[in-house]
Nanobody, 120 residues
Framework: QVQLVESGGGLVQAGGSLRLSCAAS????????MGWYRQAPGKQRELVAA???????NYASSVKGRFTISGDNAKNTVSLHMNSLRPEDTAVYYC??????????????WGQGTQVTVSS
């Protein structure tokens, strides 16, 4: 059974940096994509950054140039480096893997979420 464990959230001042990490336990037959989503109070969950198994990346326009996603398919890990943080980046950040486990069908897997708070 695949489970995702996140780490690295916290409180930071505007302009600061944080690094989020996510590791998937269990094994995949194939990983299609890895990514990060966030959900602020009263708002819908939104994509922050994602990368395919081939290395293509996609970023929300609000984080382009400030955030960088990196991942390792072999190690089942994905990270999000966040620079120049703004108060509007405050949210719960969720790690996401999409793929096919060794036993089972293609689906999305989610981490438990980690709080990122940026003070002004």
């Amino acid at each position: 059974q695949v489970q995702l464990v996140e780490s690295g959230g916290g409180l930071v001042q505007a302009g600061g940096s944080l690094r989020l990490s996510c590791a998937a336990s269990g094994s995949f037959f194939r990983i299609n994509s890895m990514g990060w989503y966030r959900q602020a109070p009263g708002k819908q969950r939104e994509l922050v950054a994602a990368m395919t198994s081939g290395g293509s990346t996609n970023y929300a326009s609000s984080v382009k140039g400030r955030f960088t996603i990196s991942g390792d398919n072999a190690k089942n890990t994905v990270s999000l480096h966040m620079n120049s943080l703004r108060p509007e980046d405050t949210a719960v950040y969720y790690c996401n893997f999409n793929g096919i486990p060794r036993i089972g069908f293609e689906r999305d897997y989610w981490g438990q979420g980690t709080q990122v708070t940026v003070s002004s």
